[in-house]
């Protein structure tokens, strides 16, 4: 048994669990991408955003260290997070999804990343149905997500019919009417075949699949749980001070795999390809039991030459 | 473990080839460190301003922490030229190591080529400090010409007190030692499996050529312990680049025994 909140109450029952926190929401520019909401009205829940949520854990770029190059003793400083209290509303479960299996890494026993972390405790999560699928990409029917989230909202025309995920979501809408609903499962055009890909790593399909590669690392860039980044000092002007950030990096790249001397061991565009795909269904599934991949379909839309990987996988006989 | 860039003094350092030098690091505070690294395994090496890289650990002490560092790279290059008294910031150790403790009682080969003999140099003083838990120790080096042989005062010590067989690719034509790739000197050894285990380090194309010599030898895959280089940025198994076939070498490595990674995809 879930909730029902009237559309015209939207906007107030946002400010009220957002109170003291950021807003972050679909915003149409030059495309659908999750931003700080400063006008309400700037939120858009038709379609799915281009970019996922992985942003607000992982930043594409931030600061880890200041550098003191004057001071021998004390060149490392580190720099303090500083993240607000925030709410993602309008996440789908692919974003959402995403995070599960980001945490699998960044929050792993014996390494956690500090910022990823205070960002997931500091975040809560309010998601949107996909009714009909927002994207002729998306497959995520085809990946068995789970129902995570704080809050889960299902447009039923004039209202919304609203399920918790959470204790923590749950206290926030004990206050409105009960409704009784079952959320209906999402229906993707897509479909990706499920199959162990153990036995077809010389298949001639990957070849195929990925002749058109330019190596831009766009479906990395936008995809909801790649997190590889790289990690990179910048000194200042004037040669006292500067900064260590980490940034995404991307398998896609020619250097990610360079080492010392220029050696590279994963050079050919296939060996890339290969590389993404096993990641994303076997090797994490291996560690982790679940895909890394969440249906999104967003390596594919944003693709300069629009490779569509669930392609390559279904051919594999 | 230091999990944090933490300086450490470079009390010691020592030319061993043409832009290439053994550096030995103390705590330095007034607080002595002790150090818990085991052989085989790395430390994040860091030049503010420059960068970090992944670097073995060629020594085995509780005392001090060695580190043989060729110019090949901006943070290497960068680390050459700093002297005794400079600090140098490391975070570590990381990854898997030699599994010497568990190898008593066996006859030990050690196989390294070029910088890679580096962390084996640990393995070493590791036997000579257990010495009577092991049976024979036959080591096996190739450098690239005779001034390119590191650690030439090890080498007398361990001719001494261990089987020593080190050739170089090239030399000039009155060079009295052993000519050759690293290889031979194997193969003409006519060692056995027989109650044996390898440890080989040195670059991917010698190491794979090693391997396929022992095979020939009669070695088993589950006989070989042998140590990755890959690119690495954390250390702790999340920037994914050393990834290969879901193993992080920084993590799962960088010491394997082959017979766990055989079939493994770049």
């Known amino acids: 048994m879930g909730k029902v909140l009237e559309k015209k109450r939207l906007k107030e029952f946002l400010s009220s669990v957002s109170k003291g926190a950021e807003l972050i929401a679909p915003v149409k520019s030059d495309t659908l991408r999750f931003e700080i909401i400063k006008d309400f009205d700037d939120i858009c829940l038709e379609g799915r955003p281009l970019f996922p949520v992985k942003k607000f854990f992982s930043p594409a770029r931030h600061d880890i260290f200041k550098l003191n190059l004057a001071d021998k003793n004390k060149a490392f400083e580190e720099v303090k997070n500083k993240i607000k209290p925030r709410v993602i509303f309008g996440g789908r479960l692919c974003d959402f999804n995403g995070l599960l299996r980001l945490d699998k890494l960044f929050l792993a026993k014996e390494f956690q990343d500090e910022y990823y972390k205070e960002a997931r405790e500091k975040t809560l999560l309010i998601g949107i149905n996909c009714v009909p699928a927002p994207s002729k990409y998306c497959f995520c029917e085809s990946m068995n997500l789970d129902k995570y989230y704080d809050l889960f909202f299902h447009d039923l025309g004039d209202k919304y019919y609203i399920e918790a995920g959470s204790p923590k979501g749950e206290s926030l809408i004990l206050k409105l009417e009960d409704y009784d609903f079952s959320i209906p499962a999402i229906k993707c055009k897509k479909h990706l075949e499920k199959k162990d890909l153990s036995g077809f790593y010389d298949s001639p399909a990957w070849k195929d699949g990925s002749k058109k590669c330019l190596n831009c690392g766009k479906c990395t860039a936008h995809c909801t749980t790649c997190l590889c980044f790289d990690v990179i000092d910048e000194v200042d002007a004037d040669l006292k001070k500067g900064k260590r950030f980490k940034e995404w990096d991307s398998c896609q790249f020619t250097n990610f795999t360079q080492v010392a001397g220029g050696f590279v061991f994963r050079k050919d565009y296939v060996a890339k390809f290969k590389h993404r795909i096993y990641h994303k269904l076997q090797y994490f599934r291996e560690r982790f039991g679940m895909d890394m991949c969440t249906g999104c379909g967003r390596c594919i839309e944003s693709c300069p030459r629009l490779i569509d990987f669930t392609e390559t996988v279904n051919k594999l006989k | ?266």
């Open chain 2, 1 to 266: 473990m230091l999990s944090k860039s933490t300086p450490l003094k470079i009390v010691k350092k020592e030319k061993q080839a043409d832009k290439t030098y053994l550096f030995r690091l103390e705590g330095s505070g007034k607080k002595k460190i002790k150090f818990d690294y085991k052989i085989g395994q790395f430390y994040q090496v860091s030049v503010p301003g420059i960068g970090e890289a992944p670097i073995s650990v060629c020594s085995f002490s509780e005392d001090f922490l060695e580190f043989n560092i060729r110019g090949v790279g901006d943070v290497t290059d960068k680390l050459l030229e700093l002297e005794v008294g400079d600090n140098i910031w490391i975070r570590g150790p990381y990854g898997t190591s030699y599994p010497l403790d568990k190898l008593k009682g066996n006859n030990i080969m050690i196989i390294g080529g070029g910088t890679g003999i580096a962390p084996l140099r640990g393995a070493l003083k590791y036997l000579e400090m257990h010495r009577a838990d092991f049976e024979r120790v036959h080591i096996f080096f190739g450098c690239r010409s005779p001034e390119e042989v590191l650690f030439k005062k090890d080498m007398h010590h361990w001719d001494r007190i261990f089987d020593l067989n080190l050739t170089v690719d090239k030399a000039p034509a009155n060079y009295k030692g052993k000519v050759g790739l690293v290889t031979k000197i194997v193969e003409e050894s006519g060692l056995d499996n027989r109650n044996k285990v390898v440890l080989i380090c040195g670059p991917p194309i010698m190491m794979k050529f090693v391997i396929k010599t022992l095979e020939s030898m009669g070695f088993h895959y589950d006989q070989i312990f042998l140590s990755h280089e890959r690119r690495m940025k954390c250390g702790v198994g999340m920037c994914g680049h050393c990834m290969i076939s879901g193993i992080y070498v920084c993590k799962d490595g960088p010491v394997f025994r082959y017979d766990k990674i055989l079939g493994m995809h770049e």
